[in-house]
């Protein structure tokens, strides 16, 4: 660990770097044992790609070392899962009732597609891309690394063993609909391209985020609120009719 921190001795000054190692043991028929070490880095408001791969490459000699095996991998994992982020909120009936629909009705409709999309992994794909739908925009638009966030996203709905909706809505006993998400989200406020892409400052700023853990919560909260979108509009007027306005508002916008 002291190794991997003189590699990026600023990180220290910030109270921030390597902070453990984890080990484990894994097999493989086609070469044997493979023993993963996983270097845990608190990389403050950065992404930290570049930092914790600068760490690995610089600790993979002593590691070398001591088990007399090559490295052959010293890359960061994008599967987060210690930066982990939970987001939870509450839908009151009224709030979905539309022309034709009640909002009871909604509900117990959003309840069965939840039950679909935990039982068919053909619905369950299609529901978390459409959270990362906004989460990814929130990333483009604050510049970082949009397919990261999408990958480690997919890896954690497959952690079980067997790939499920990130979301999970229920009705509470007053007959409500609560939705919550847990989703690991590795972003950053500073590095990478953020300091000279002038769009992704503008963003950050309108956000007011202050910190890497802040903008995470956003990132999440849009990905909840507009799995809500998607789904209710599936189980009332149907998908398409949404998307067509949107069409014909790209169409008017192009013809102005």
Not at 41 to 47: G, L, N, R, S
Not at 84 to 101: A, D, I, N
Not at 171 to 178: A, E, H, I, Q, V
Not at 240 to 252: P, Y
């Amino acid at each position: 660990i002291e190794l991997a921190n003189s590699k990026k001795p600023d990180l220290i000054k910030m109270g921030a770097g390597a902070k453990d190692l984890e080990l484990t043991v894994l097999n493989n028929k086609n070469i044997g044992t493979i023993l993963r070490i996983h270097l845990l880095v608190d990389t403050k408001d950065a992404m930290g790609a570049n930092t914790v791969d600068t760490m690995l490459e610089g600790i993979s000699p002593l590691i070398e070392k001591i088990v007399n095996k090559k490295a052959v991998l010293k890359i960061i994992s994008n599967l987060s899962d210690k930066r982990l982020v939970k987001v939870k909120g509450k839908v009151l009936k009224e709030s979905l009732t539309t022309k034709g629909f009640k909002g009871e009705e909604v509900i117990e409709d959003i309840i069965k597609v939840q039950a679909i999309a935990e039982a068919d992994i053909y619905r369950a794909v299609t529901n978390n891309k459409g959270i990362l739908n906004g989460m990814g925009a929130v990333a483009l638009a604050v510049s970082n690394d949009w397919r990261a966030l999408e990958a480690g996203a997919h890896g954690y709905a497959a952690k079980s063993g067997k790939y499920l909706p990130l979301t999970k809505w229920t009705k509470t006993s007053s007959g409500d609909l609560m939705g919550e998400m847990i989703v690991p989200i590795a972003v950053g406020i500073t590095g990478g391209a953020i300091s000279a892409y002038p769009v992704a400052r503008v963003s950050l700023k309108i956000l007011n985020v202050k910190s890497a853990q802040e903008l995470a919560c956003v990132m999440a909260s849009v990905g909840l609120a507009q799995n809500l979108a998607a789904l209710r509009a599936l189980v009332s007027e149907g998908i398409q009719e949404g998307h067509m306005r949107l069409h014909n508002r790209i169409k008017e916008n192009n013809n102005d």
